[in-house]
């Protein structure tokens, strides 16, 4: 039995189930955005991020699986300074929305990761009950160059702790690049290299501040290799993210917003086509899901059970979620389509076409 978490426009759905047999069990904060959500591994408890406009950005948080929640301290920046080199910061010093949750290593019991639009970094010590901003990532020079992407601002979307070393922390910025830290987020590098944005002027598409990863994955049993739905197209490395490599455009699109890497197999990953940034709908109406076997050589489309027709699901970057078993895919969309797969992305199984808008879908 699976247990989904399923964050919506209009709050946090569980769904559980297995095989074609799924159901809706529980609906919480009925009515309130939840961006993102985390279950976290080392000791069973969720973790809900509300977006709820004017009374700001909240943190929920339970340890008996959805029975009861309770308010945690949300991410905050500090007061803006009024002097020095960051008084003219054209960046809102306010947390419009919490875009990722990461757990700490399990060597670090209560040591969260939130990655915020605009584009902080927030860690707690204490499951939650606080947070401090990563200064030595806000206050790298390029952060006030850094693009939006879909929003105004640019935004921390994606971040990985590496299952061999917690010190060892990835992140992606949507628009800025790829970034690492080695000390635990004392110090950070970018780590674009081999990415292009070829939407920007010649002279600037090599720039790895200007890159616009949409997702970043890594294969657990590899944590080496590291997989990238990029806004010009999909990349792969094999050495932690140092140097990245363009994988060939499979049919229909390789433009898209999410990506899931195979707990296992370092070769096998998934991607959700869309027509084009312009055109955010699946290429002629249809739904598909494309996989690789080989580490990008080459992919298997795969539409049984999608939508075949007049569809116009569209998949976001956390849409897309794979269970520690390999086989098992849950993929959700902004119209509220919800779908899974025990068969590794090969057939798929309709739990919802009428959800609210999904932001986020995470296997619990």
Not at 35 to 55: E, I, K, Y
Not at 282 to 290: A, E, I
Request: glycine share 12%; net charge negative.
């Amino acid at each position: 039995m699976h247990t989904l978490l399923v964050g919506t426009r209009k709050g946090l759905f569980t769904v559980q189930g297995e095989g074609s047999a799924w159901h809706i069990t529980a609906h919480h904060f009925a009515g309130e955005p939840v961006t993102q959500v985390l279950a976290d591994p080392r000791d069973g408890s969720w973790l809900a991020a509300l977006r709820m406009g004017h009374f700001g950005v909240k943190l929920r948080k339970s340890v008996d699986q959805g029975a009861s929640w309770v308010e945690v301290a949300a991410p905050a920046f500090p007061p803006k300074p009024t002097t020095g080199p960051d008084a003219d910061d054209p960046t809102p010093w306010s947390v419009d929305m919490v875009w990722c949750l990461a757990a700490g290593g399990p060597d670090q019991p209560g040591t969260l990761w939130a990655g915020c639009l605009p584009a902080g970094l927030f860690r707690s010590d204490d499951g939650g009950q606080s947070w401090a901003l990563n200064t030595a990532l806000w206050n790298q020079p390029p952060r006030k160059s850094w693009g939006g992407g879909g929003y105004d601002q640019a935004g921390i979307h994606s971040i990985l702790v590496d299952p061999r070393d917690a010190q060892h922390i990835t992140l992606a910025v949507s628009s800025g690049g790829v970034w690492q830290s080695r000390d635990g987020g004392e110090s950070w590098t970018i780590t674009s290299r081999g990415m292009l944005a070829r939407y920007m002027p010649e002279g600037l598409q090599e720039d790895g501040n200007v890159q616009d990863p949409h997702c970043l994955v890594q294969c657990a049993a590899q944590p080496d290799v590291l997989w990238v739905q990029h806004h010009g197209g999909m990349y792969r490395s094999v050495d932690g993210g140092q140097q990245w490599h363009s994988i060939a455009a499979p049919a229909p699109s390789d433009f898209g917003f999410p990506v899931a890497s195979d707990p296992h197999n370092p070769l096998r990953a998934w991607f959700v086509p869309a027509h084009s940034d312009g055109c955010r709908i699946p290429v002629d109406g249809r739904m598909l899901v494309n996989r690789t076997d080989d580490g990008g050589q080459s992919f298997h489309s795969f539409g049984l059970g999608l939508p075949s027709a007049h569809a116009y699901h569209l998949v976001y970057r956390h849409g897309l979620d794979i269970s520690a078993d390999g086989q098992t895919l849950a993929m959700a969309s902004t119209t509220g389509g919800l779908w899974v797969s025990s068969d590794a992305g090969e057939g798929w199984h309709c739990v919802s076409n009428d959800l609210p808008p999904v932001a986020v879908v995470r296997f619990a």
